[in-house]
């Protein structure tokens, strides 16, 4: 399908080399690449992709980095079984090596997305929050694109909260893991988590 990945592999071709010379990443590595040039100027997502045109050229390329997340649709207990404590930490993890790194800068700011949550399954608001907390603690700011997603409504309202009550990457995680705990069997916990965060967090809401 032509999303994410498949984009970005078709704008900046370059990084077609990497699938030659790169080993199957393990569940704590991730791939950087630098030097790549886009070649190309696109519109749309999925079905609705087409080239623009020819991309200019840049004297600094950005950096790309690749991290891989788990198919929760392949799992044996179903998408549900990302909220474990055990899924969730192998994400936060893979995600935080993706973001500890020198390059380009320290501390320069990390483009994302939907992480995993096309056909892997993945649930937006869990795997917003995970990247938000790798990147709190490697000290980067993250820019998020959510594609328009209807489950990443409220993320904006989200943020700000954690923002102006200066939540720490340790607090958030134990907020998330209180969400994850408290789920029965059955639920459907996709659009749950930003709520819970809201009434965790956001002092207006206790007044």
Known sequence: GAVQEEILFSVNPELLVTIMVCDVMD???SIV???TEQFSLYSGYSRTLKFTGDAPLLTDTPTHVAMDATNVK???GGVAAQYTRASML???NKAHAAFNHSHPTAGAAVSTGNWGCGAFGGHIQLKSML???A???TGRPMLYYTFGEEAADGMEGV???LVAEKV???RLMEAVVGFAEQMEPGDKPEKGLFGYLLEQFDNRMSQ
């Open 27 to 29: 569940k704590e590595e």
């Open 33 to 35: 690449v630098k030097g």
């Open 74 to 76: 392949r799992g044996t």
């Open 90 to 92: 192998r994400e936060l």
């Open 131 to 133: 990247q938000w907390a």
């Open 135 to 137: 990147a709190g603690a």
């Open 159 to 161: 943020g700000e909260v």
């Open 168 to 170: 720490t990457v340790g």
